[in-house]
């Protein structure tokens, strides 16, 4: 079946790393995504990485894949109270003539001082 | 270029009204889609579309029904509204192809149904 889990909340002091983890089950994935949710917005999406590669790192944030595992992880460096947000793992699968996305339930991180 | 607009922002039905939700896209995205975002569960799909004209069931389709008209248009409709059908739904479009599949998404409409 298809599925993505990850855990409901995440709190880190300002500065300090976040790495917020998600896991999948459907080994055909063609993309893996992070959305970020602020309050009252819609999903906005942060970053990607194709499935055929392990790492991929954009400025403060850094995706690592293991796809003998199915994990996913993001870590933001250098944790700012802009990133307070909800942060949705999710994966895009290719089916008929469309790709279909799921989303995890989303990790509320918070950022303390 | 507004993206992916949604209307209304926010509703609120009696149990048994209908409604429609509009979203609109000036993308010229061919594929547009419909979520429904409930807590601890994230995003699920209600209906898609590939195109004009067409339309197909998603996760949870039970109690909506959508139509695309135009190609830049897709509409929700609920016909009699349940208070399970309180949510915030999602509007997203995207374009075949396109190098990392992404699905560009709408403000969010917040529903209740008492």
């Known amino acids: 079946g298809e599925d993505v889990e990850q855990s409901l909340f995440l709190s880190v002091r300002e500065g300090d790393s976040s790495v917020i983890n998600c896991t999948y089950t459907d080994s055909s994935s063609t993309y893996l995504y992070w959305y970020k949710q602020e309050p009252g917005a819609g999903l906005q999406l942060l970053t990607y990485?194709?499935?055929?590669?392990d790492m991929k790192q954009d400025q403060r944030l850094t995706v690592l894949l293991n796809k003998k595992d199915k994990h996913l992880s993001l870590r933001i460096a250098d944790t700012q109270t802009g990133d307070s947000a909800i942060y949705f793992c999710a994966e895009s699968i290719r089916y008929s003539s469309a790709s279909k996305i799921i989303f995890g339930s989303g990790t509320r991180l918070s950022i303390r001082p | 270029n507004a993206g992916v607009t949604q209307t209304p922002k926010f509703r609120v039905l009696k149990t048994g009204q209908s409604m429609t939700l509009l979203c609109a896209q000036d993308?010229?995205?061919?594929?547009m889609y419909w979520y429904r975002q409930d807590p601890g569960m994230g995003l699920r799909l209600i209906h898609y579309s590939v195109g004009e004209g067409t339309t197909a069931k998603g996760e949870v389709p039970d109690g909506y029904n959508v139509s695309r008209l135009k190609k830049q248009n897709f509409l929700l409709g609920l016909e009699s509204a349940a208070p399970s059908q309180t949510s915030v739904y999602f509007c997203?479009?995207?374009?075949?192809?396109?190098?990392?599949?992404?699905?560009?998404f709408g403000p969010g409409t917040r529903l209740t149904v008492t």
């Open positions: 997203a479009s995207s374009y075949p192809g396109q190098r990392s599949d992404e699905q560009y």
């Open positions: 990485i194709f499935s055929n590669m």
């Open positions: 993308m010229n995205h061919e594929y």
